[in-house]
């Protein structure tokens, strides 16, 4: 027996396999595409001017037609001079975003659990906020500033100095009208001008003043012609 048709039905076997696993790829394909990223933050203290890097991690959870944005911090970025009491310190920053969406997105800790000891770094944890796009396409996300909150005052202005990479690249799909693009403007004719509307009333005092205009007319008329007559 020929090896010929066994040869074929092994081939064919073997491409609807890569076929199937292309497909199985493109169909796990993610929807975000998060990294670590390491942020150099500059940072204007009460105390004066501070600098750390901390690695920031964000990432997007769907909640409707909005996205749930968590933005990480693996270490701080500056240190207090003084004990921070529990639940006087709250963090927020701002995330820039790029790509098929443009400003911010504003995000939030919460207050410290636990005193922060003097000349420690204080530990930013995990802030969130809420990001509803406006349009489909793929939408970055950038660290941006970062304000430490403390004793009643913003302790810490921290800016990124070091132009970071978005830590995280979401694909927006499912915006409803975001893909369409607005007719053009068209002129309209204006419409024929409307004489005035009147009452009853104004129509009767109207077809006065039109009656007496043609009587007087008349007796001019009449009184003219009385005169080159007479002459």
């Not at 975003?97 to 410290?112: H, I, W």
Request: with cysteine; proline share 10%; net charge neutral.
């Amino acid at each position: 027996m020929s090896k010929e048709p066994n040869r074929r039905r092994t081939t064919a076997a073997l491409t609807a396999a890569v076929a199937v696993a292309g497909a199985a790829v493109l169909a796990g394909a993610p929807a975000a595409q998060a990294a670590v990223v390491d942020v150099n933050y500059a940072c204007d203290t009460k105390i004066g001017p501070k600098s750390a890097v901390s690695p920031v991690d964000i990432t997007a959870v769907k909640n409707g037609s909005a996205y749930t944005i968590t933005m990480s911090f693996e270490k701080g970025v500056s240190d207090s001079p003084v004990e921070l009491p529990k639940g006087v310190m709250t963090p927020r920053a701002e995330l820039v975003l790029g790509g098929a969406a443009s400003g911010t997105v504003k995000v939030k800790g919460t207050p410290n659990t636990a005193a922060v000891p003097p000349d420690t770094p204080i530990r930013i944890g995990t802030l969130t906020g809420t990001y509803t796009p406006e349009k489909n396409g793929r939408v970055t996300f950038t660290a941006g500033t970062l304000i430490v909150h403390a004793l009643g005052m913003d302790a810490a202005v921290c800016t990124p100095k070091n132009d970071p990479r978005p830590s995280l690249e979401l694909d927006v799909t499912g915006v409803s009208g975001g893909d369409a693009t607005p007719p053009p403007a068209q002129e309209q004719e204006a419409p024929p001008a409307e004489l005035p509307r009147t009452g009853p009333l104004d129509s009767a005092m109207a077809l006065g003043t039109l009656g007496g205009t043609v009587l007087l007319t008349g007796a001019a008329g009449v009184l003219w012609l009385t005169r080159r007559t007479a002459r």
